[in-house]
């Protein structure tokens, strides 16, 4: 996050209810990347960044194909307004490079995630 937007400060692990995970955003190296989609009774766990306002265009130009939303997370016992992204530009294969799947690992690792929610990243299907 830092070689991208070097203002970036990790505010902690944050829960997105009603959310749930998919890996059906058509990347453009032909594999799947990591999307949310409204889903009642699920949430989706990140880590949540503290951005310079002026570094929004510039991560919003890397993420291409995705739309920035802005959602309420939960980080410990507060609730924080933040902006996430989504995609409509999908794919039928929901399988991810094993690089892009250990680097989703890697992250909920580094942030100290739920156990569960590492069990289901490490259950998604790579090729």
Avoid: C
């Avoid at 890697?106 to 942030?111: K, M, V």
């Amino acid at each position: 996050m830092l070689r991208r937007v070097p203002s970036a400060r990790a505010l902690g692990p944050a829960r997105l209810e009603g959310f749930g995970l998919r890996l059906d955003k058509s990347g453009s190296d032909g594999s799947a990347k990591a999307n949310i989609r409204r889903e009642v009774g699920t949430r989706v766990w990140g880590a949540v960044y503290e951005l310079a306002t002026a570094e929004w265009p510039g991560l919003d130009a890397y993420e291409g194909g995705y739309a920035r939303v802005e959602v309420a997370v939960a980080v410990g016992p507060e609730r924080l307004v933040a902006h996430t992204y989504v995609s409509d530009v999908l794919t039928p294969d929901p399988t991810a490079f094993a690089w892009y799947k250990q680097l989703m690992l890697d992250g909920a690792r580094h942030h100290a995630l739920p156990e569960e929610w590492i069990a289901l990243l490490e259950a998604l299907p790579t090729r």
